[in-house]
C-alpha cells in the first residue's frame, strides 16, 4: 500500500496536497465570509467535475460535450430527495411536490419511488450517470465511433435531455426545475453549520476523487489508456480489448460527475435543466483545456480560474462573460497546448535561471 | 467413429441413400493414403502447421486486393513474403490479425476451430499473433520501458490492469527483451523522441514482449542503416524456431540474407513459392517484380 501511494506521488508532493487540502478544509474557520461558503463549496464540486473531465479528455483521448448532463443528473438525484423530504410543507400541502399539483397529478410517478431516503438518492445520484454512461458507451465505443464524432454525440445527448427535462411531463419540474429545498437529513440547509458540512464534504470529496483519479492514471490501466489515446489500434494488437478501456473510464468519469452534481445541488439550492444545456458541457472541457489536459491538479485549478473569472465578469460586465470565454478558448488552443501548468513547465528554466542570477550577487557580497 | 457409421460418401447426389448401411469393421477399412508431399491441404498430424490461410479473398470497391490466397506456415519457419506494391502483403497481415474482415475464406491458428477471421484484434493478440506496422508505431507518450511492459504477455482485462504491479519476474523480462534490442540505457525515455531505427527496434521488443506463436513483421528494415540491418537479420534468425515469422520487406538484398522460404504475391495470387534460388530463377518472378 505504502508503495502504491509512493507510486502515486512522492512524499513531497502528498505533504503539499495534504497541506492544501487542510487550508481548503480550514477556510471557513479561519475568516472566509458567511456568505462565501457555499459559493466555494460550488467551487469545490466543479473541481470533482474537472477530474472527471480530464479523466477521460486528459488520460483517454476522449473528449466529452456532455458532462454537464451526468453532473446535472446527479444533481436531479439529490433534488428529488430534498423535494420529497419537504412534502407537506409546500404552498398545496400536498404530499407531492408543488408542480405536480400544479399539474395535477395525484399520484407520484414510480420514478419518484425510494427518493425520501437519503441513502438511496446518495446512492442514484452515482448509479444513474453511471448506467446512463455504460449503456451509451458500450454502443458507442463498441461501433468506434470516436473522435470529434463522439463528441457531437455527446452533445446532441445532452442537449436531448434538456429538452426532455424541459417538459413539465416528464416530471422533474419543468423548466422551474427542482427548488425550495428547506432541510438535509434533518438540518436546515440555510444554517450556517450545515452549509459549513457541507463545504467540509465537498472538500472530502473532492480529494477523495483525486485519489481515485491519481490511482486510476498511475495503475498499469492508466498506461493503457493514455496508449489508447495515443494508437489505439496498437493496442488492440497488444491485446487489449480498448473497448472495454474505454467503457470502463468513461463510465466512471460520468459517476464521479453525479457525485459532484449531488454536493452541489443542496448548495446552490437549485436544480433544473439549464445545467445540462450544451454550453456547461463545453465549459467543463475549457476547464480542463485552460488547466492542461493530463494532469488532474490542473483540471481543477482550471475549473476554478473560468468559474472565479466568471463569477467576477458577470457581475461586472455581464455581457462580455461569452465572448471572454470564447478568446480564453482560443487563445489556450493556439498558444497553450498545455494549459497552465504546460506554461508553469515551460517557464521553469527562465524562472530557475532568474532565482541562479539573484543568488550569485548576494553570495558574492 | 463408431463403426456403424461406415456409410462410404458418394459421388453423386441423385443416387438415394442406401438404407441398409452396410457394417464395415475398422479394422478392415484400408489405411488412407498418405498425402502426396505437395498436397497444400494442411495436415495438422504430419506436417506442425501453426498457421494456414485458405482461400481468401478480399475486395475493397470491387477491387481485389487478395483472390483467392492459400498459404501454410510450418512451425518454427522463418517466411518472406514479397510482391510488388498492391500485391495484397500488407491486406493478407491485416486479415491475419483481425483488423480486416474477408468476403471469402478462413485464417486458423493451431486448429481449425481457430478462425481467425472470426475473432477480434485482441483476442487474436491473445491466441498467439503479434504483429509489427508498416510505419513504426510505438506508444509515444510512455517510456520505452512502458513499451515494453504494455506488450508483456499477461491477463489484460480492465480489473487486472487496474489493481496488478509489476512483479519482478515482469521487470526482469522487461530488462532482457531492452538487452536484446539493445535499448537498456534508453528505458527512461519517452518513445516518441527515440531515432526512427531505434522506434524499429523497440517494436520488435514489444513484440518479443507479447511472445507471439506468429510474428508478422511489415518492413522491419526500412529506413535503417546498412550495421542496424544486419543486427536485424541476426536477431530475426535468432528468434526463428522459437516463433514463427513471416516478414514482409522490399529490400531484396535482406530477404536474401535471411529468406528460407519466399512466398511471392502477386495482384492478390500467390505466384510463386519456395526456396530463395528457385523463386528467384521463375521467370513469372522474374517478370513481374525481380526483373523490375
Known sequence: MLTRLREMHSPLAWGLIAGAALLIAALPAIGLPEYLVPQFGKFLCFGIAALAMDLVWGYAGILSLGHGLFFALGGYSMGMYLMRSIAGEGVYRSALPDFMVFLDWKTLPWYWSGFQSFGFAAVMSLVVPGVLAFVFGWFAFRSRIRGVYFSIVTQALTYAATLLFFQNATGFGGNNGLTDFKRILGAPLHDPTTRRTLYLVSAIALLGTYFVCRFVVTSRLGRVLTAVRDAELKTRFCGYESTHYKVFVWTLSAMLCGLAGALYVPQVGIINPSEMQPSNSIEMAIWVAVGGRGTLLGAVLGAWLVVGGKSWLTAAIPSAWLYALGALFVIVTLFLPRGLVGLGAKLRPAVDMVIARLRRPAKAT | ???????????????????????????????????????????????????????????????????????????????????????????????ITGKTRPDTGGVFLDRRENDLTKLSECRIAELGVGRKFQRPTVFQGHTVYENCELALRGRKGVWSTLFRRRTPAERDRIQDILKIIGLSEHAARPAGLLAHGQKQWLEIGMLLAQDPKVLLVDEPVAGMTHAEMERTAELLRSLAGKHTIVVVEHDMEFVRSIARRVTVLHEGRVLADGPMAEVQADPRVVEVYLGE
Open chain 2, 1 to 95: 467413429m463408431s463403426a456403424t457409421a461406415a456409410t462410404p460418401p458418394t459421388m453423386e447426389d441423385e443416387r438415394p441413400t442406401p438404407i441398409v448401411s452396410i457394417v464395415i469393421p475398422d479394422s478392415a477399412l484400408p489405411d488412407s493414403p498418405p498425402p502426396a508431399d505437395d498436397s497444400t491441404l494442411p495436415d495438422v498430424g504430419r506436417r506442425p502447421y501453426v498457421l494456414w490461410v485458405e482461400d481468401l479473398s478480399v475486395s475493397f470497391d470491387g477491387f481485389k486486393a487478395l483472390n483467392g490466397v492459400t498459404l501454410e506456415l510450418e512451425t518454427g519457419e522463418l517466411r518472406c513474403l514479397i510482391g510488388p506494391n498492391g500485391a495484397g502483403k500488407t491486406t493478407l497481415m491485416d486479415v
